[in-house]
């Protein structure tokens, strides 16, 4: 199974030199379960910290050389697009939940799927390929350590949760036996992206006045996660939810009854 690993410009947060980010490089180790020759892609002005990631497991890396500040996201668009359109397109694509050290928006993958078409599917702590073929079966990270099973059809986009299992120790000899191909922004074709729609049209807003929103509340009878939506209550109604509430978690009451 092709696997690529993106690669975000981080920097360590005390130093601010640049380094390979700790969620990129347990990603190595997902996909080099999957794939003997898992390859990376790094999009910006440098492979400086990058270029680490081969000491990690990746067999390979792509460098597209941008100006400082310049957006990643057409020239990874671009280069993955021509990926998948090649010989032996890549059927997954393992990237952090974002990046470390810079604007950490967590929001290039979700961009990429919508440019490129793909499903994407978060904070993924395990992958393994599915009983059917072309498929993947990822265990997802969910609040209060749950865990959630979910069997997916490639290609995808998957980013990696901070409880995926730690990466593989870095080995200078595998670094320097790996391949680094450098190339040119300006000779990878830009793939159409939603970047433009993302920036909002002066005068295209609309003003309407503040409404408030009805609470969320927890009443006996529900399971963990699950809500009654109540709108308005009496407030004898409302004092009987609450005090169902506390006596459903375990909330003393003090005092006469």
């Known amino acids: 199974m092709k696997t690529i690993v993106l690669l975000s410009e981080a920097n360590d947060p005390i130093s601010g030199r640049p380094h390979l980010s700790r969620l990129e490089a347990q990603a190595i180790g997902l996909a080099a379960n999957l794939d ?30 941008t100006s400082v500040g310049e957006d990643p996201l057409p020239a990874i668009a671009g280069f993955l697009k ?7 397109p890549p059927a997954l694509f393992l990237c952090g939940r974002r990046g470390e050290g810079g604007l ?6 979700y961009l990429l799927a919508e440019a490129l078409d793909l499903p994407i599917l978060a904070d ?12 993947l079966v990822v265990d997802q990270a969910m609040a209060k ?6 069997t997916v059809r490639l290609p995808v986009i998957a980013t990696v949760h901070a409880l995926a299992p730690p990466p593989q120790p870095f080995a200078y000899g595998r670094m320097r036996r790996g ?16 970047a433009e729609s993302t920036t909002p049209v002066v005068g295209s807003h609309e003003e309407r006045p503040h409404r408030a929103r009805p609470k969320l509340m927890r009443t006996s009878g529900t399971s963990a996660g699950s809500h009654n939506l ?12 609450i005090l169902a509430y506390l006596e459903e978690n375990g909330i003393r009451r003090y005092g006469n009854d």
């Open 36 to 65: 003997k020759t898992p390859q990376g892609l790094h999009v910006g002005p440098s492979e400086e910290g990058a270029s680490a990631a081969l000491g990690h497991g990746l067999s390979g890396l792509d460098v597209v050389e």
């Open 82 to 88: 021509n990926a998948l359109n090649g010989n032996e």
């Open 104 to 109: 950490e928006t967590g929001i290039v993958p």
């Open 230 to 241: 109540h709108v308005g209550p009496e407030p004898d109604e409302a004092a009987r939810l």
């Open 179 to 194: 391949e680094l191909r450098r190339h040119r922004a300006d000779m990878i074709p830009a793939a159409a992206t939603s």
């Open 124 to 135: 993924a702590v395990a992958i393994r390929p599915g009983e059917v073929q072309g498929t």
């Open 145 to 150: 350590g749950a865990r959630r099973r979910v």
